[in-house]
């Protein structure tokens, strides 16, 4: 008898964290992720010991990091290794504080405490810390779901992770009163309870879909995927091939109404890197400037490799032949006249692009496995790129797009169009460039900001208010894009007043925490 329910509790485990693999986007069935969590509920009425909890959890977790992002292997086998160890980890600490608090204080504060602090871990998990990995935010199940959660307008992901967090403990209360009362009366309400909460937020998301009016003005963008391998990207002697690609695919696509073009992620690349100060100097560059001069009228928004010499030394410079250097995943904003305004990536993907100082005794192992450790040069300011046809531009490159709060603060500072170049070769044909696609979604919708993409290769695409793809480029294909997009200048909700949700779960939380200790040393005091 213990044997089977400790067999069942161990099936159970492993089938929350298959739930949520199964749930995750590109796959069909998102409705799975309002019964995910059922089953590691169950576990936790059956295991009394927080140390044999905690493997249960962590194996869920384990599970779910593995199966849904097992790609990162491709792009950095270490950085892939902490991803799945470290991240499987943090998730455990909001379920353990649920079971403390669910027993001293009981189920009901137990259910809130889950809550409250999955989502505070969420929220902290968002902020650039140096092992930032929010690609499995609850809230981002729904990106290939986007007619169901238009609210993200207001809530931003953390009103999906409270819809899919209250479904799961409401069916979860709810079996368990059906399997001690039967069709019970208060059985009953609790099922209409559930069919409510999974109905009511369906319908409010029709609801506002079907309310956009806001006035705006509409231009002709081109973006370009040039479908370059990554490796050879960085190969010596395949510039300038690349060069020619890049404007070759932009002209097949241009016309006389295009005023815009964007080109993709480190699309200007030099193994050594291009000097910011002296771009018109450089001889590899000139049909860059041929290109420009033959069509006067048109911005071009692009990805390079990058770097400034400075005086003296700077927090990021590092010293080479006595000049102090910082170098830059960077995008640059250039016309006929030249580049008129430069954006230094801002969160590094961990392991790939820095190493966090917490791990820096990891050095020699990541660098043996092609991984970063000295990290480019960041920048600290959300400077929207301004340009001279109007475009009010907010920058991305890469990993970045999945932060809501970043994006967020582009649109405050007046941005009318999110751009996101990427290169997402690294992962291969995998989900991961699926993923990281559909998340641009959610960008759009909290906004209400169409959304212009240019990878590398990956998927290519324009993306309108509503987060509807409007035109794309699938991956492994070479070409460009045109479209004419609405310059939209309205601020929702989300992004005048932020992530009001977390920050009101971390007060709850903190509340709770105060709530569990004073009960802790009320238990003492009456010991004593």
Known sequence: MILTLRKGMWFATAFSGLLLWASWPVSPFTFLIFIAWI?????ETKVSSTKKFLLHV???????????????WYATIPGAICAFLANSLLMCIPWLIYKKVKKRLGQNKGYIALIAFWMAFEFFHLQDWGLSWPWLTLGNV??????????????????????????NILIFHTLKIYYNQGRSPLYIRMLALVGLTIVLPLLFSHFLKSQSKERYTETAIV??????????KISTGTFEAQLHRL???????????????????????????????????????????????????ISLLTGIESYRLFDSPTSYSVNIDGYHVESYNAAVLLDSAGPSAFYHKSILVPGAETLPWFLKFMRKWFEKFGGATAGYAKQKERSVLQEKHGFHIAPAICYESIYGPFIRQYIRNGANLICIITN???????????????YARLRAIENRRWIARSANTGISCFINEAGQIVNYKPYNTAGALRERVKLLTGK?????????????????????????????????????
């Open 142 to 167: 729904f990106a290939v779901r986007t007619e169901w959660i238009q609210w993200y307008e207001i809530t931003g992901t953390s009103g999906g992770t409270l819809w899919i967090l209250v479904t």
């Open 492 to 528: 929702t909700f989300y992004v005048r007043y932020g992530d009001v949700l977390s920050k009101a779960m971390i007060v709850l939380a903190a509340l709770l925490l105060n709530l569990f200790f004073l009960k802790k040393s009320k238990l003492k005091t009456d010991r004593i």
């Open 247 to 297: 404007i070759a695919e932009s002209e097949k696509k241009m016309d006389d109404i295009t005023s815009f073009v964007i080109w993709p992620e480190t699309a200007l690349y030099m193994p050594n890197g291009i000097s910011e100060t002296e771009m018109k100097k450089n001889f590899f560059l000139n049909p860059l400037w041929s290109f420009l001069q033959r069509h006067p009228q």
């Open 424 to 438: 997402d070769g690294w992962w291969k044909n995998t989900p991961g460039h699926k993923q990281h696609m559909h």
């Open 39 to 43: 089953p590691l509920l169950w576990v």
């Open 58 to 72: 962590y194996t869920a977790m384990f599970i779910w990091n593995v199966t849904t992002t097992w790609w990162i």
């Open 223 to 232: 973006v370009v995927q040039p479908n370059i391998d990554p490796y050879e």
